[in-house]
C-alpha cells in the first residue's frame, strides 16, 4: 500500500478569486505524505502568483503549470504527477468540508476492497454560503456494490457527472485507462465508467463537497447549440460504455433504463433553462432508444410517448421557477 493515502487535484485557470478559499480548506485536512497538487491550466490572471505565494513552501503541495486545454487535460497531467491511492479531483471554486480525509483513511484500513468513496454534496451561492439547497442525496450509507449506488442516484434524480463527487482508487483509473479527454463534457465517461467498472464503494452520510453557483462559470452561462451537441455525443459515448460494461450484470436493463431517463430529463432541462427549443435529435433519442423500456409510470409514459407534451409541460414549471428567481 502507498503511504500516500489521497492526492487531491485542482485544474486551476483564472480563479484568483477563490484559489486560496479552496486549498485553505483542504489544508486543515491535508498533511504530507498526502497531497495537493494545483494544475494551473494556463491562467492569465493572478491565479499562479497566488498559488506560488501561499502554497510552494508545503511539502504536501505540488504546483504544475500547463498551456491551457481544459479542465480535463489540467486533470489527466495531475493525474499522471499523483502518488495517491485514491484521487480526488476538486473545482478550485469549491470548498471541501472538514472529515473527508480522516473518514476515507478509516473506512480504507478497514474495507482495503474499496475503490469508491462517495457522499453527499451541497450547492451554495457566491457569496452567500447560508444559501444551500442540495445536489448528491445519498440514501443508503455504508459499503455497497458501486452499481447499486450508482443506480439509486439515477433514480433520485441527483446523480451529476461531475469528478467531484467521489474519490476513486487510483488503481482502478489505471487498470482501465481512464481519462479525461475532452475539453467539454470531460468528465461524463470518467465518472460512469467509474461507477460501473468498480465493484465496491463506501457512502458516508456526511456532506463534504460545497459547490458555488457563481455567475460567469461555465455551469451558469448561456450556453451555445455547439455545446448541446457536444453534451449529447457524451451521453451517447457513455450511454456506449454503460452497455458494455453491464453486459453480464442482472442489473443492466434497470440501469440502463435508470440512466436513460435521467439523462434525457438532464437534457431537456439545460435547454429549457437555456431558454432554446429542445435539439430535434434530443426528441428522436428519447423516442428510439426510451422505446425500449417499459415506462414505470404516467411521467416515464409522457416522456417517452409524447416528449413534445412533457416538454411543454416541463417548461410551464421553468418558466414559473425562473420568474420567482428573478
Excluded at 451558469?220 to 460504455?241: G, H, L, V
Aim: aromatic share 12%; with cysteine; net charge positive.
Amino acid at each position: 500500500m502507498s503511504k500516500i493515502l489521497l492526492s487531491i487535484i485542482i485544474p486551476t485557470y483564472n480563479v484568483e478569486n477563490y484559489i486560496v478559499e479552496c486549498v485553505d480548506a483542504l489544508l486543515k485536512q491535508i498533511d504530507s505524505p498526502n497531497e495537493i497538487i494545483i494544475v494551473n491550466d494556463g491562467s492569465t490572471d493572478g491565479t499562479l502568483a497566488l498559488v506560488e505565494r501561499h502554497y510552494a513552501h508545503l511539502p504536501q503541495v505540488k504546483i504544475i503549470t500547463t498551456t491551457n486545454g481544459g479542465a480535463g487535460q489540467a486533470r489527466d497531467t495531475g493525474m499522471a504527477a499523483a502518488q495517491g491511492e485514491f484521487l480526488f479531483f476538486c473545482d478550485p471554486d469549491d470548498i471541501v468540508a472538514d472529515g473527508l480525509v480522516a473518514e476515507l483513511q478509516q473506512v480504507y484500513q478497514a474495507h482495503p476492497e474499496t475503490e469508491l468513496f462517495c457522499f453527499n454534496s451541497q450547492m451554495f451561492e457566491d457569496h452567500q454560503r447560508q444559501v444551500t439547497r442540495p445536489k448528491v442525496r445519498h440514501e443508503m450509507f455504508g459499503k455497497q456494490p458501486s452499481s447499486q449506488v450508482f443506480s439509486r442516484l439515477l433514480r433520485n434524480g441527483s446523480y451529476t457527472s461531475a469528478a467531484w463527487n467521489y474519490a476513486v482508487k487510483k488503481s482502478l483509473v489505471q487498470q482501465h485507462g481512464l481519462r479525461f479527454r475532452d475539453r467539454i463534457h470531460e468528465d461524463h465517461q470518467f465518472t460512469l465508467s467509474a461507477f460501473v467498472l468498480s465493484n465496491h464503494a463506501w457512502v458516508s452520510q456526511k456532506v463534504y463537497y460545497h459547490q458555488r453557483v457563481r455567475n460567469g462559470s461555465l455551469t451558469n452561462s448561456r450556453k451555445s447549440q455547439e455545446y448541446f451537441q457536444q453534451r449529447y455525443n457524451a451521453f451517447m459515448q457513455a450511454y456506449s460504455t454503460l452497455k458494455m460494461a453491464l453486459k453480464d450484470s442482472p442489473l443492466k436493463k434497470e440501469i440502463e433504463k435508470a440512466y436513460l431517463m435521467h439523462s434525457f430529463r438532464l437534457m431537456i432541462y439545460l435547454s429549457l433553462y437555456n431558454g432554446t427549443a429542445v435539439p430535434e435529435y434530443v426528441i428522436n433519442a428519447i423516442r428510439f432508444l426510451g422505446g425500449q423500456f417499459e415506462p414505470a409510470n404516467i411521467k416515464e409514459w409522457l416522456l417517452i410517448q409524447r416528449p413534445h407534451m412533457f416538454i411543454l409541460l416541463l417548461n410551464f414549471k421553468v418558466g414559473r421557477e425562473l420568474k420567482r428567481a428573478a
